[in-house]
């Protein structure tokens, strides 16, 4: 239990919240809980009649609100009560080796069963909003109608959905395919943790690795936008709130999914040479006056050295796919020098459709997967106005160059 509070509280510290830390166990021995541990005694009966239907036959016959804690060992016991007193404040039972004990229900000599504990807590702390996943929805309606019957209102509270893997199935701690805060944090910057949060919370969203590009760009376009916004907008944009209110300005001319995709074309894994390639774009950015994009490069180097070169996997074009490539490099060649990213953009389209891709996905997956490895990649504009219209085209006779090796 200590371990599980430590790592909360140095989550909650790395992420600059500030909260009261308070321990259950001392919570219990203190007497905080005391006058609603005695008003759950007072109502003993009624919190029995509430919780009793869930439970199974077996279960029922033992069950108590209270768990006593053995005078002798400190352990927890799941046993019977033989007597309750309301007025004395004490329960009678029988510990492990079978000897009879009278313990108060204060100063922590007894806990409270989980459903029990929960609504205990709302009572002695005047908990007024509590947040939980979906599969505690029945947990909070069993604790809410405990609240009542101690004489309190329940808080307010929201139901969020639980996380599933990229195969759709729920993330499970037993089955590790779970996606930890350290290592998203690792890999992108806080913001788009927050942000990612935000999101839809009750429905279910995927939580693996290849989520963490998407959510830092979703969330530096959000942040874009809101100084955009009508005023009654940005209080529905999620940055208003991870910004407390007041989101700073977008200091990120170049995107993360860009990056990402010009350190997989190059290779680059020293964070100056990749400032090299956001020069060529923006010859007035530097680490100084561009922190935040320093530190998206930073990530952007490590994310491609952990996820991306392991997966690489290039292949080479076939003959309709080498013909638009070939096409291409000529669209490219004739661009004017400071031709912007809509202007490239419009090349690559172009230069499909000269060679009969109808469907232009295909066209820009047969891209990805010849120049970046992958099957998924970034709008291709960008990514040349970032890594250079001449490495661009270096890049594409490379391609062309392997498939005509391949059918040699």
Same mark, same amino acid.
């Given at each position: 239990?200590?371990?599980?509070?430590?790592?909360?509280?140095?989550?909650?510290?790395?992420?600059?919240?500030?909260?009261?830390?308070?321990?259950?166990?001392?919570?219990?021995?203190?007497?905080?809980?005391?006058?609603?541990?005695?008003?759950?005694?007072?109502?003993?009966?009624?919190?029995?009649?509430?919780?009793?239907?869930?439970?199974?036959?077996?279960?029922?016959?033992?069950?108590?609100?209270?768990?006593?804690?053995?005078?002798?060992?400190?352990?927890?016991?799941?046993?019977?009560?033989?007597?309750?007193?309301?007025?004395?404040?004490?329960?009678?039972?029988?510990?492990?080796?079978?000897?009879?004990?009278?313990?108060?229900?204060?100063?922590?000599?007894?806990?409270?069963?989980?459903?029990?504990?929960?609504?205990?807590?709302?009572?002695?702390?005047?908990?007024?909003?509590?947040?939980?996943?979906?599969?505690?929805?029945?947990?909070?309606?069993?604790?809410?109608?405990?609240?009542?019957?101690?004489?309190?209102?329940?808080?307010?509270?929201?139901?969020?959905?639980?996380?599933?893997?990229?195969?759709?199935?729920?993330?499970?701690?037993?089955?590790?395919?779970?996606?930890?805060?350290?290592?998203?944090?690792?890999?992108?910057?806080?913001?788009?943790?927050?942000?990612?949060?935000?999101?839809?919370?009750?429905?279910?969203?995927?939580?693996?690795?290849?989520?963490?590009?998407?959510?830092?760009?979703?969330?530096?376009?959000?942040?874009?936008?809101?100084?955009?916004?009508?005023?009654?907008?940005?209080?529905? /944009?999620?940055?208003?709130?991870?910004?407390?209110?007041?989101?700073?300005?977008?200091?990120?001319?170049?995107?993360?999914?860009?990056?990402? /995709?010009?350190?997989?074309?190059?290779?680059?894994?020293?964070?100056?040479?990749?400032?090299?390639?956001?020069?060529?774009?923006?010859?007035?950015?530097?680490?100084? /006056?561009?922190?935040?994009?320093?530190?998206?490069?930073?990530?952007?180097?490590?994310?491609?050295?952990?996820?991306?070169?392991?997966?690489?996997?290039?292949?080479?074009?076939?003959?309709?796919?080498?013909?638009?490539?070939?096409?291409?490099?000529?669209?490219?060649?004739?661009?004017?020098?400071?031709?912007?990213?809509?202007?490239?953009?419009?090349?690559?389209?172009?230069?499909?459709?000269?060679?009969?891709?109808?469907?232009?996905?295909?066209?820009?997956?047969?891209?990805?997967?010849?120049?970046?490895?992958?099957?998924?990649?970034?709008?291709?504009?960008?990514?040349?106005?970032?890594?250079?219209?001449?490495?661009?085209?270096?890049?594409?006779?490379?391609?062309?160059?392997?498939?005509?090796?391949?059918?040699?």
């Amino acid at each position: 239990g200590e371990h599980n509070n430590a790592r909360l509280r140095a989550f909650l510290d790395q992420l600059g919240f500030e909260y009261e830390f308070l321990s259950a166990t001392q919570c219990y021995r203190s007497g905080r809980f005391d006058a609603a541990l005695l008003e759950v005694l007072r109502h003993y009966d009624e919190i029995r009649d509430v919780i009793l239907p869930t439970l199974g036959e077996e279960r029922r016959r033992s069950y108590s609100p209270f768990l006593p804690v053995s005078p002798k060992s400190g352990v927890v016991l799941q046993v019977p009560l033989l007597a309750r007193d309301a007025e004395a404040g004490t329960v009678t039972f029988e510990d492990e080796a079978g000897e009879r004990h009278t313990v108060p229900v204060t100063g922590g000599s007894v806990k409270c069963q989980w459903k029990v504990d929960w609504a205990m807590r709302w009572h002695a702390l005047d908990v007024d909003y509590e947040m939980s996943g979906k599969d505690l929805m029945e947990s909070v309606k069993l604790s809410s109608m405990v609240q009542r019957i101690l004489g309190g209102r329940p808080p307010e509270s929201l139901t969020y959905e639980l996380f599933l893997d990229q195969k759709g199935e729920k993330i499970s701690k037993s089955k590790g395919n779970g996606l930890t805060i350290e290592e998203w944090l690792a890999y992108a910057n806080p913001e788009s943790l927050s942000w990612y949060m935000y999101q839809s919370p009750r429905r279910a969203k995927r939580l693996y690795f290849d989520v963490i590009p998407r959510a830092v760009d979703d969330y530096y376009a959000a942040l874009s936008r809101f100084f955009e916004e009508a005023p009654e907008q940005r209080l529905e /944009n999620p940055v208003f709130h991870v910004h407390g209110g007041s989101p700073p300005q977008p200091d990120v001319p170049v995107t993360f999914s860009v990056l990402l /995709n010009i350190v997989s074309g190059a290779h680059v894994t020293e964070k100056e040479r990749l400032w090299g390639f956001v020069r060529r774009y923006r010859p007035d950015a530097t680490p100084e /006056n561009h922190p935040e994009l320093d530190r998206l490069i930073g990530y952007a180097i490590r994310y491609y050295q952990d996820f991306v070169a392991p997966s690489q996997s290039y292949r080479a074009p076939d003959d309709r796919e080498a013909a638009g490539m070939a096409r291409l490099v000529e669209r490219l060649r004739a661009l004017e020098a400071e031709a912007d990213p809509e202007t490239i953009q419009y090349e690559f389209y172009e230069a499909g459709k000269d060679v009969g891709f109808t469907n232009l996905r295909q066209w820009f997956q047969a891209l990805y997967e010849c120049l970046l490895g992958h099957s998924q990649g970034p709008r291709m504009g960008s990514f040349a106005a970032v890594y250079g219209v001449a490495a661009t085209i270096e890049l594409i006779e490379g391609a062309v160059a392997r498939g005509r090796e391949g059918a040699v």
